[in-house]
């Protein structure tokens, strides 16, 4: 018999830091953007503002399907997906801000 412990648990946690993190980000380049006037920062931070939806509700399903009683799995492709695309969003935003 296998014991889990409380790793996937941490897992959970840390995906929840993470899309706190990148809200926060989001949240930043929103305001950069509307108040210089910045187009190409307004929409990188509402893809990252997107992003940090997603990972949240990933985060909360693996959360549910660990409290249901559920076996640890690798993570979903979703998630993969979710955080290729946070990482081309982030590097096209510190594109944008150099490139000024």
Same mark, same amino acid.
């Given at each position: 018999?296998?014991?889990?412990?409380?790793?996937?648990?941490?897992?959970?946690?840390?995906?929840?830091?993470?899309?706190?993190?990148? !809200?926060?980000?989001? /949240?930043?380049? #929103? @305001?950069?953007?509307?108040?210089?006037? $910045?187009?190409? &920062?307004?929409?990188? %931070? =509402?893809? !990252?503002?997107?992003? /940090?939806?997603? #990972? @949240?509700?990933?985060?909360?399903?693996? $959360?549910?399907? &660990?409290?249901?009683? %559920? =076996?640890?799995?690798?993570?979903?492709?979703?998630?993969?997906?979710?955080?290729?695309?946070?990482?081309?969003?982030?590097?096209?935003?510190?594109?944008?801000?150099?490139?000024?």
């Amino acid at each position: 018999m296998r014991d889990p412990g409380l790793q996937p648990e941490r897992t959970v946690l840390a995906w929840g830091r993470t899309a706190l993190s990148v !809200l926060v980000n989001a /949240a930043l380049y #929103l @305001r950069l953007g509307l108040e210089g006037h $910045r187009w190409g &920062l307004t929409l990188s %931070g =509402v893809f !990252l503002l997107l992003g /940090a939806c997603l #990972l @949240r509700w990933i985060a909360l399903r693996r $959360r549910n399907e &660990l409290d249901a009683g %559920g =076996v640890a799995t690798a993570p979903s492709s979703g998630l993969m997906s979710v955080t290729v695309c946070l990482v081309l969003v982030s590097a096209a935003s510190a594109f944008a801000v150099v490139w000024r």
